[in-house]
């Protein structure tokens, strides 16, 4: 079944339309187990379906709506009792499938046409059995396949797959196939007798890097069957194709001795915006006894980077994030795994939607409710809330509802976009060399130092303190019958009189706010792109996002 939800932009409460739809078209068999994959145009799903068959269907945007396609048949075995077939994209038209089977199939046209391959002969040499194949498609198109192989009854460890993306002359070649951990002493066979050493239940991401991520519950601490820890690895990305070294397992949860804390089915998602792995598991979250009973499941979640866990501030007293309360609701949780998502607001909010199926009671054998939990992680990766989606984050912004302003230079209630004078000095934008220092307003000379803070004003080499012209880089002495002007030569007086010398009243003092008009003609622009290059430059070296006078919006994240 699918149904649709939408956002409310400001809050982030999702409202689902109703009813919901068969995607199916009536092909699905009970214990279908479907599974999702999202591209740009188009949402895609797979599950079990008639004939035991891996089916597949395909939601395509057209122009403006939503339009499901016809049902397909991969040509797949789907057939399973507890785990359902595996799906991964590359673009709209390239689908990959993997079934319990381990039966894969790959379509370039939408669906429309299937090729498939059997590759359980690609497992490793003394194999009896495997469980639960995942899949993932890295960013060149490159397929890489995660399963248990059972190798002994005490023994089941994991093996890895890697192929080129397939094209139109085939399905691409294998590149590497092994042990993920061949290389860590404590993950090899413990012997025939030895304690139980079971990785099970696998999932595999990749992030837009094109790293690697592999989540699985298993009994390395303990030992036994059904006493599982939850476990994480990961694998940076290797061009071409070597076989690079996966990082040492981390526990998601460990339970402690003695208890029944135990945690099962890691579910990965990423997002390589903040370059954060997103592991979502189930666990006892009561520690009922005995370790099989599942009454108690609730949902926990832990987050990394670059391998090491940053939530530790969310986590509380525990060391997961408890997405619910489930344990000690009505109904029991039960598996499959939970399919988390990451959803990034261009407001810069992050979600984390996980869904999960409960039952009614533990005896029942329906999935009788799909639960939809959303966790706000915005804290947590430090992603800034950019409300009014101007480019400016609200912690910066001093209008975070209004996207045409972020800055209110003079406090005066008034956006620097809105108002006339900026700094609030008197002098308006228009005629203020200086418009956001309140300080200055006039550069004669237009060495980037307003005139009241320069000590030689028009820049003539006279300090102003010596200099009689101040705003006058032509002069700046007075004239005087010992030392008249040059252009001026002194005219004869009557003998025995001498005229006193005339000082001109009218030269511009800069305090005239006519004056000041009339000096910062042209000069506007200059002193104000010093001052705009200077903020620029601090801001960009505090670490802050820059602002725009005019407002810009973020390209959408993935």
């Not at 009813?19 to 699905?28: F, M, N, Q, R």
């Not at 696998?202 to 069957?225: K, P």
């Not at 607001?345 to 999960?356: C, E, I, M, N, Y």
């Not at 622009?525 to 725009?548: H, K, N, Q, T």
């Amino acid at each position: 079944m699918y149904r649709r939800g939408t956002q409310d932009e400001d809050t982030g409460v999702i409202t689902w339309s109703g009813p919901a739809i068969d995607i199916s078209d009536g092909t699905a068999v009970e214990r279908c187990f479907p599974a999702l994959a999202v591209s740009d145009d188009a949402v895609h799903f797979a599950w079990r379906g008639t004939g035991n068959e891996v089916h597949y269907r395909r939601l395509r945007r057209d122009g403006g709506g939503w339009n499901f396609e016809s049902v397909r048949v991969t040509g797949a075995d789907g057939n399973s009792s507890d785990n359902g077939p595996d799906i991964a994209v590359y673009g709209d038209d390239e689908i990959h499938v993997i079934a319990r089977s381990m039966e894969y199939a790959y379509s370039r046209d939408g669906g429309l046409s299937w090729d498939a391959e059997d590759l359980s002969s690609r497992l490793p040499p003394g194999n009896i059995g495997f469980k639960y194949p995942a899949l993932t498609v890295d960013p060149r198109g490159h397929v890489h396949v995660l399963v248990t192989s059972r190798l002994r009854d005490n023994y089941w460890p994991l093996w890895y797959m890697h192929r080129e993306r397939p094209t139109t002359g085939g399905p691409g070649g294998w590149l590497e196939e092994h042990h993920p951990f061949s290389d860590k002493p404590d993950w090899q066979d413990p012997g025939a007798g030895g304690p139980d050493l079971f990785l099970d239940w696998v999932d595999i991401e990749s992030d837009d890097a094109g790293n690697l991520h592999i989540g699985w519950h298993g009994t390395f601490f303990t030992g036994v069957f059904a006493q599982d820890d939850a476990f994480y690895a990961t694998r940076a990305f290797v061009d071409d194709g070597d076989a690079a070294a996966w990082s040492d397992p981390q526990a998601l949860h460990r339970a402690n001795p003695g208890t029944n804390f135990f945690s099962f089915t890691p579910s990965i998602a990423t997002d390589s915006a903040s370059d954060s792995t997103f592991a979502v598991f189930m666990i006892k979250a009561l520690g009922l006894a005995p370790a099989d009973n599942y009454d108690d499941l609730d949902s926990g979640l832990r987050i990394l980077r670059n391998g090491s866990f940053i939530d530790n501030a969310l986590s509380g007293s525990g060391d997961y994030i408890a997405l619910s309360d489930a344990a000690n609701w009505s109904v029991a949780t039960w598996w499959p795994t939970t399919a988390p998502r990451l959803h990034r607001h261009p407001s810069g909010r992050v979600w984390l939607d996980v869904l999960q199926s409960m039952l009614h009671g533990a005896s029942s054998d329906d999935f009788a409710l799909i639960v939809h939990q959303r966790y706000e992680v915005t804290e947590v990766l430090g992603a800034p809330v950019d409300s009014d989606m101007d480019g400016v984050p609200d912690v910066q912004d001093q209008f975070p509802n209004d996207p045409a302003e972020s800055v209110d230079t003079d406090g005066d209630g008034i956006g620097d976009n809105a108002d006339t004078d900026d700094d609030g000095d008197g002098v308006p934008d228009v005629r203020d060399a200086f418009s956001l220092d309140p300080d200055e307003s006039v550069d004669t000379d237009r060495d980037g130092v307003g005139n009241n803070a320069d000590t030689d004003d028009d820049g003539d080499g006279t300090p102003d303190a010596e200099d009689a012209f101040p705003l006058d880089p032509s002069r700046s002495t007075e004239p005087s019958s010992e030392n008249p002007p040059a252009e001026d030569p002194p005219a004869e007086e009557p003998a025995g009189e001498v005229e006193e010398p005339v000082i001109d009243g009218g030269v511009d003092d800069g305090t005239s706010g006519s004056s000041a008009g009339a000096q910062d003609s042209g000069a506007g622009d200059s002193g104000g792109s010093a001052l705009g290059f200077i903020a620029l430059a601090l801001l960009v070296l505090a670490g802050s996002v820059v602002r725009s006078r005019r407002g810009r919006r973020p390209s959408a994240a993935r």
